[in-house]
């Protein structure tokens, strides 16, 4: 059941309102509305999360409607001077109404306040640009800047919809490719953050479900240029059903290799101590070691979101479909566990 990949695009609900059919594919199979989700509003989960990676910087940009929570947020990490810097901003709008596009492929996302300005948008041959303005960024530093992501031109991602077992109506669909060049620059206060084609690389983490009142998932991803060739790598896990096929995937040059299931060796008392992952496949055996940590938590009305992130860079081998090895050494990468309360 591992390995069902499946195609034909498709609805992801049936008449009943039931997700009929979960899986795995490497492009957007799915087609999700918000009004065919039939529950309260306070379990959907829509998220537009993108990453952008050099060799000295990690930077996440986020807009999420949580149930009851709507904010966008944004991070960076220098991994050189060992800081991070961290902001969220509440979205004034009602309850359940942010506006996120229902396809991962088109559409725009425009959050505009008065100290808050978030552009995500999605352009020609599924370029991505990301534009934002903050003066009131970390205290006052401010941020202002404009990226564009490149997609590679195999095109490939790691779709997938898991799933809860007790709860059939449940599901998460997650979309995610980590194989993007990102050119353009980020202004902090006086520093400017800038990324170009040889030092710049991004990721996307596009998510839309229907959760369980409670949730934990666990999450790595890396993207950089090793070995002479572009990687990209997306693994985890969380209490979904995900046995019709996981979410990991490795990426060369723009093309998916499919993983099996990914076991993550973490020190329970320093999560500042490497970890550890490797596939049951045999495929994928990598080292993350931590540079900074950092906790993030959102709550409201009973509802609350928990993030331990920790930004560092992966090194390790992967196996090609042909047989042979492949090695990588410090790719910037990003991990996280998620703890969500709905």
Known sequence: METQELEG??????????????????????????????????????????????????????IANIGRMIYASVQISNMVQGATFYDAYRINTPIGMVDLPPSSVSGTVKIKQRNCSIDFSVMEKGSRLIKVDLPTFYGGTGLRGVVVLTPHENKDVIATVHPWRKDRRTFRYNLRNPAYRA????????????????????????????????????L???????????????????????????????????????????????????????????????RLSMEF?????????????????????????????FVEDTGKGYTFHNVPAYTERQKLKL
């Open 289 to 317: 070691q931590p540079v900074i940590e950092h906790r993030i938590k959102h709550s409201l009305i009973f509802q609350s979101i928990k993030e331990r992130r920790v930004f560092g860079y992966v090194s390790g081998t």
């Open 183 to 218: 050119e353009g620059v980020m202004q902090f206060g006086t520093e400017e953050i800038l990324f170009t084609k040889d030092n710049g690389w991004g990721a996307l983490d596009w998510n839309r479900g229907f959760y369980p009142h409670g949730q934990v998932h666990y």
């Open 9 to 62: 695009e498709r609805l992801l609900f049936n008449e009943k309102g039931v997700q009929p059919l979960s899986g795995w594919a490497p492009f957007p199979l799915w087609k999700y509305s918000r009004s065919a989700i039939r529950g309260s509003f306070t379990r959907i989960v829509e998220a537009d999360r993108y990453f952008l990676f050099s060799d000295m910087a990690v930077l996440v940009f986020e």
């Open 220 to 282: 790595a991803i890396a993207s950089g240029y090793n070995g002479g060739k572009q990687i990209g790598c997306c693994i985890g896990y969380g209490m979904e059903d995900n046995s019709r096929g996981s979410e990991n995937a490795f990426f060369l040059d723009g093309r998916l290799y499919k993983l099996g299931q990914v076991t993550f060796r973490i020190s329970p008392r320093d999560w500042l101590a490497p970890w550890y992952f490797s596939s049951d496949d045999k």
